[in-house]
């Protein structure tokens, strides 16, 4: 049965993006009345930009727009957080006042035009809807490859996760309600809205290029964001590690048996060798189960993941873990 009523918050995380806002909020308010007029939302939608701690003039781009458009709404972070954490912020803060929300990235790379089916999904009783990518044409070889290659490890680590799907998406105001469940502090937001269950689709766009500035995530950053996507959602890895040293114990024993029948000395290179072998995977699996460790650590802490320093949202949701 379709939803009565349908309040939208377009959320748009932006850090030090002041070349790409003056770009793209024409082009977001203008989307916003199309899916009016089209009835796809209310009238009283609103684009959420959510500055993520940004160090040049992001937020007063954001505050002139909010001032001067009443359908723009502008949260800022008091620091900069991360994406995962911004744009969660963003979406716990309009939670409570809108029926249905949208995430998606302010540099005009997700297509604004699959909000429309978007919409007509959720309408017709979807509570996910998945923006995933038809073509990454625009995508250099090396993050097309290395980003095809991290979907196919979580999926051998046994993570649900939508192949070509990143941030963009709707969530109604009930999968947000449950979501907002889950306090984590290391987010892999891709990788947990699955967990969530509810009713969910895809809708496919094709990835443009970047309408102004620069990437925000480099090799290194996307490191850190498949290894974080990973051990946030599986402990496959210290399974893993496991069986390795299973594997070598085993390994290590037939070694010896063999050189105890062969009465030889000969084998001492090759054991030389294994040991210098083994003493590497220790450490990598020490590293591995640290990871772990660390990871408890900050979760255990349960700091805040964020702090909001103003919002023309109205009163600020503080409740970060609930
Ligand atoms: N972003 C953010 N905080 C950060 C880094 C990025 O809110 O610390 C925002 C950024 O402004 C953009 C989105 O996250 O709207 C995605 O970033 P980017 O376009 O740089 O990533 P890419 O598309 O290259 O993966
Ligand atoms: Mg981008």
């Given at each position: 049965?379709?939803?009565?009523?349908?309040?939208?918050?377009?959320?748009?995380?932006c850090?030090?993006?002041?070349?790409?806002?003056?770009?793209?909020?024409?082009?977001?308010?203008?989307?916003?009345?199309?899916l009016?007029?089209?009835?796809?939302?209310?009238?009283?939608?609103?684009?959420?930009?959510?500055?993520?701690?940004?160090?040049?003039?992001?937020?007063?781009?954001?505050?002139?727009?909010?001032?001067?458009?009443?359908?723009?709404?502008?949260?800022?972070?008091?620091?900069?957080?991360?994406h995962?954490?911004?744009?969660l912020?963003?979406?716990?803060?309009?939670?409570?006042?809108?029926?249905?929300?949208?995430s998606?990235?302010?540099?005009?790379?997700d297509?604004?035009?699959?909000m429309?089916?978007?919409?007509?999904?959720?309408?017709?009783?979807y509570?996910?809807?998945?923006?995933?990518?038809?073509s990454?044409e625009?995508?250099?070889?090396?993050?097309?490859?290395?980003?095809?290659?991290?979907?196919?490890?979580?999926?051998?680590?046994?993570?649900?996760?939508?192949?070509?799907?990143?941030?963009?998406?709707?969530?109604?105001?009930?999968?947000?309600?449950?979501?907002?469940?889950?306090?984590?502090?290391?987010?892999?937001l891709?990788?947990?809205?699955?967990?969530?269950?509810?009713?969910?689709?895809?809708?496919?766009?094709?990835?443009?290029?970047?309408?102004?500035?620069?990437?925000?995530?480099?090799?290194?950053?996307?490191?850190?964001?498949?290894?974080?996507?990973?051990?946030?959602?599986?402990?496959?890895?210290?399974?893993?590690?496991?069986?390795?040293?299973?594997?070598?114990?085993?390994?290590?024993?037939?070694?010896?048996?063999?050189a105890?029948?062969?009465?030889?000395n000969?084998?001492?290179?090759?054991?030389?060798l294994?040991?210098?072998?083994?003493?590497?995977?220790?450490?990598?699996?020490?590293?591995i189960?640290?990871?772990?460790?660390?990871k408890s650590?900050?979760?255990?802490?349960?700091?805040?993941?964020?702090?909001?320093?103003?919002?023309?949202?109205?009163?600020?949701?503080?409740?970060?873990?609930?």
């Amino acid at each position: 049965m379709a939803p009565s009523s349908a309040r939208l918050a377009i959320v748009v995380p932006c850090y030090n993006e002041e070349s790409v806002l003056p770009v793209m909020a024409p082009y977001f308010l203008e989307k916003l009345s199309q899916l009016m007029e089209a009835g796809l939302c209310d009238a009283d939608s609103r684009i959420v930009f959510v500055d993520d701690g940004s160090r040049d003039s992001t937020w007063s781009i954001i505050s002139t727009l909010a001032h001067d458009n009443e359908a723009i709404e502008g949260v800022k972070l008091s620091c900069n957080r991360g994406h995962q954490n911004a744009l969660l912020c963003g979406l716990m803060q309009a939670k409570d006042s809108f029926d249905v929300t949208i995430s998606i990235d302010c540099d005009g790379q997700d297509s604004l035009d699959a909000m429309d089916e978007m919409l007509a999904r959720y309408h017709e009783g979807y509570d996910v809807v998945y923006g995933v990518r038809s073509s990454r044409e625009t995508d250099t070889w090396f993050k097309r490859t290395t980003a095809q290659g991290f979907y196919k490890v979580l999926s051998l680590m046994g993570v649900d996760s939508v192949y070509n799907h990143a941030d963009y998406r709707l969530l109604s105001k009930r999968a947000l309600d449950y979501f907002s469940d889950y306090h984590e502090t290391n987010l892999f937001l891709r990788g947990m809205v699955p967990l969530v269950g509810f009713k969910s689709t895809s809708v496919e766009y094709s990835r443009a290029e970047r309408v102004a500035g620069e990437s925000h995530y480099p090799l290194s950053k996307m490191i850190h964001l498949a290894i974080d996507g990973i051990t946030s959602l599986s402990i496959e890895p210290i399974h893993m590690v496991m069986r390795l040293g299973m594997l070598f114990c085993f390994v290590g024993l037939l070694g010896l048996i063999i050189a105890a029948i062969m009465k030889t000395n000969s084998l001492l290179p090759f054991m030389v060798l294994l040991l210098m072998l083994f003493s590497g995977l220790n450490f990598v699996a020490l590293g591995i189960i640290g990871e772990y460790v660390g990871k408890s650590y900050l979760e255990i802490k349960h700091r805040p993941r964020w702090i909001v320093e103003t919002s023309t949202l109205g009163p600020i949701n503080r409740d970060n873990f609930q």
